[in-house]
């Protein structure tokens, strides 16, 4: 009797770790996508940046906010890369569900800045259009 309790709670835990396992799996793919988000937002920066370059004091005004969104651009390239590296290192070592939930937490903070800079872009190109 006591070989069959060890080895529910050990089944009990190895569906956590395929669980944990699986978020971590769902977090890398969704990393790599903010990845590219920010790499789109960027070009798209780039390109403004060139229109911004020789024009009037209000064209100044949108090259220094084009310089602060590349900023938090880049900002927002570290936090996936921070993060990526912490997701690997939870993933290797096992992670608990409060380190997965505060990933999980964290990975929906950065993706909302991906968002709020987006359409904060959109909102300069419409404007400069």
Request: without cysteine; negative net charge.
């Amino acid at each position: 009797m006591a070989a069959v309790a060890g080895i529910e709670w050990l089944e009990v835990l190895e569906e956590k770790v395929r669980e944990a396992s699986e978020r971590l799996t769902n977090l890398r793919v969704e990393n790599r996508g903010l990845e590219g988000r920010v790499r789109e937002l960027e070009a798209r920066l780039e390109a403004l940046s060139g229109v911004a370059e020789g024009t009037d004091t209000m064209a100044a005004g949108l090259s220094a906010e084009l310089e602060r969104e590349r900023r938090d651009s880049e900002s927002l390239r570290e936090r996936v890369r921070d993060l990526e590296a912490r997701l690997a290192a939870a993933d290797e070592g096992g992670a608990s569900r409060d380190q997965v939930n505060e990933l999980l937490q964290e990975r929906e903070e950065v993706r909302g800045r991906v968002e709020r800079l987006a359409r904060h872009l959109e909102g300069l190109l419409a404007g400069s259009a």
